[in-house]
C-alpha cells in the first residue's frame, strides 16, 4: 500500500510570501496530522484534521492554517513567511479507534521549507 | 500537559551489541499510548514499537523492545543486536486516548530525540 505522500519535497520562499504543502494520506485513514521540525526544536505539533474539521491545534500563530479535502488529503498554508518558519514540516495519517490509542501515526518524508 | 525527556543527546554502541534508549515521561492522563520512532538523515519519521499504558507485557518487535516501568514513568527502548542501519535519531512520542468526542486528543508529544550512532 502506498504511504503518506507529501509534495513539495523541497520549498524555497522569501519573507512575507505564503507557502502551501500538501499531504496525502495512506487510504483508509481519515486523520492528518501536521508537524513542523526546526532546527534545535524537536518535532512540535502543528495540526490535526479528521474526518474534514480541524480537531485540535497547536501552538502557532494564526497564519498557519490548513484544511482536509473529501478525499482525506491534506493542505498546510502557512502565510507572512518568517525566517523562523525554516523547517521540515512532517504530515502524518492513522485511523482513529475512540476508546483506544495503539494506532501509531505513519509518517511522510516531509516538505522542506526554506526561508530566504 | 504532557512531556517526555530524553536526556540522552547521543549514543554510541557497537555493532552487534545491544543499546538502551531512556525515555521518561509525565502525564496526568491515567490512559495513555506511547511510541518510538526512528529518524534516519534522510528525514522520514519510521514507527517502531508502541506500548500501552494498561499493558501488563512490555511491548516487543523484531530486535527492538520496550523497558515499560509505568510507576517510574519510564519506557525505555532496547535494540538488540546493532547494526550499522541502526544509525539514527530516535524519538519517544506520547499520545492520550481519543475521547468519545473526538478533539483535543490524538496529537503525539514527542521528546527531544537521541542520535545513535553504530560503529563497526
Known amino acids: 500500500e502506498a504511504g503518506v505522500t507529501q509534495s513539495p519535497t523541497h520549498l524555497i520562499k522569501t519573507r512575507g510570501q505564503q507557502a502551501t504543502l500538501r499531504c496525502s494520506p495512506i487510504?483508509?485513514?481519515?486523520?492528518v496530522y501536521w508537524y513542523q521540525q526546526a532546527l534545535g526544536l524537536g518535532l512540535q505539533f502543528l495540526l490535526w484534521?479528521?474526518?474534514?474539521?480541524?480537531?485540535n491545534r497547536g501552538n502557532f500563530p494564526p497564519r498557519f492554517s490548513g484544511r482536509q479535502f473529501p478525499n482525506y488529503s491534506s493542505e498546510l498554508n502557512v502565510n507572512a513567511l518568517e525566517l523562523e518558519d525554516s523547517a521540515l514540516y512532517l504530515c502524518a495519517s492513522s485511523v482513529i479507534i475512540l476508546g483506544t490509542d495503539n494506532q501509531p501515526q505513519h509518517f511522510g518524508d516531509g516538505t522542506r521549507l526554506s526561508i530566504l | 500537559a504532557q512531556k517526555i525527556t530524553q536526556t540522552q543527546p547521543g549514543m554510541f554502541v557497537q555493532e552487534k551489541e545491544a543499546v538502551t534508549l531512556d525515555c521518561t515521561y509525565d502525564?496526568?492522563?491515567?490512559?495513555?499510548?506511547l511510541f518510538w520512532y526512528k529518524q534516519p538523515s534522510s528525514g522520514e519519521m519510521i514507527f517502531l514499537i508502541y506500548q500501552g499504558s494498561y499493558d501488563q507485557q512490555n511491548a516487543t518487535e523484531g530486535r527492538y523492545s520496550l523497558n515499560f516501568q509505568k510507576a517510574r514513568k519510564s519506557a525505555n527502548l532496547v535494540i538488540s543486536a546493532s547494526q550499522l542501519g541502526d544509525s539514527a535519531m530516535y524519538f519517544c512520542?506520547?499520545?492520550?486516548?481519543?475521547?468519545?468526542?473526538?478533539?483535543?486528543?490524538?496529537?503525539?508529544?514527542f521528546g527531544q530525540g537521541t542520535i545513535l550512532t553504530v560503529h563497526p
Open positions: 484534521y479528521d474526518e474534514g474539521e480541524e480537531r
Open positions: 502525564t496526568s492522563d491515567p490512559s495513555y499510548g
Open positions: 512520542a506520547m499520545r492520550d486516548v481519543p475521547n468519545a468526542g473526538g478533539t483535543s486528543y490524538g496529537k503525539l508529544t
Open positions: 487510504s483508509g485513514h481519515t486523520s
